[in-house]
Antibody
Framework: EVRLVESGGGLVQPGGSLRLSCTAS????????MNWVRQAPGKGLEWISNISSSDNNKNYAESVKGRFTISRDNAKNSVYLQMNSLRAEDSAIYYC?????????WGQGTLVTVSS | DIQMTQFPYTLSANVGDKVTLTCRASQSIRSWLAWYQQKPGKAPHLLIYKVSILESGVPSRFSGSGSGTEFTLSISRLQPDDFATYYC?????????FGQGTKVEIK
């Protein structure tokens, strides 16, 4: 069974940092392009970043460019999102998802709250 | 960025009804459109990609159509499990963008 599990969310002060992890089981993550998609409470979905299977191509939404960094460790079947200079508007559930253009498999999400 | 607009924002319907949801792109996205279903407290679930191709396991009562800037998702006979929020997503141009969602609720 394909499974993605996110972790690392929590409460952080504005300007702080968090590192989210997404660990895959039931399939070889190295074969897939991976994405982070977030959803603010009660709001819609926002794609924020993806990384190619070989780790040589990364893309970001303007809203996070320069503050967030996506990475992966295929040996650990994991993808990461380093989030720096966090703002209140970054508060959301963060999902990892497989896919190069649309998103077939999703994790359950991890909640990030940015508040003082 | 390509703006995706969905309407109606909320749709009230009965079990057994046929419903049609609309998604409009701010510029042509050719056929690069996906639809997702999301239930409260759950991750989105891929229903359709490339406008009309049903994801494996998705019931045939779901169908998609359109091209360019105007797209629809139809549910032929609404089932209790179909009451949820539906999102469209374009993947023609970075950044990939979603519509704001249409909530299908019980009348």
């Amino acid at each position: 069974e394909v499974r993605l599990v996110e972790s690392g969310g929590g409460l952080v002060q504005p300007g702080g940092s968090l590192r989210l992890s997404c660990t895959a089981s039931g399939f070889t993550l190295s074969n897939y392009e991976m994405n982070w998609v977030r959803q603010a409470p009660g709001k819609g979905l926002e794609w924020i970043s993806n990384i190619s299977s070989s780790d040589n191509n990364k893309n970001y939404a303007e809203s996070v460019k320069g503050r967030f960094t996506i990475s992966r460790d295929n040996a650990k079947n994991s993808v990461y999102l380093q989030m720096n200079s966090l703002r209140a508007e970054d508060s959301a559930i963060y999902y990892c998802a497989t896919g190069d253009v649309y998103f077939r498999h999703w994790g359950q999400g991890t909640l990030v709250t940015v508040s003082s | 960025d390509i703006q995706m607009t969905q309407f109606p924002y909320t749709l009230s319907a009965n079990v057994g009804d046929k419903v049609t949801l609309t998604c409009r792109a701010s510029q042509s996205i050719r056929s690069w459109l996906a639809w997702y279903q999301q239930k409260p407290g759950k991750a989105p679930h891929l229903l359709i990609y490339k406008v009309s191709i049903l994801e494996s396991g998705v019931p045939s009562r779901f169908s998609g159509s359109g091209s360019g800037t105007e797209f629809t998702l139809s549910i032929s006979r609404l089932q209790p499990d179909d009451f949820a929020t539906y999102y469209c997503q374009q993947y023609n141009t970075y950044p990939w963008t979603f519509g704001q969602g249409t909530k299908v609720e019980i009348k």
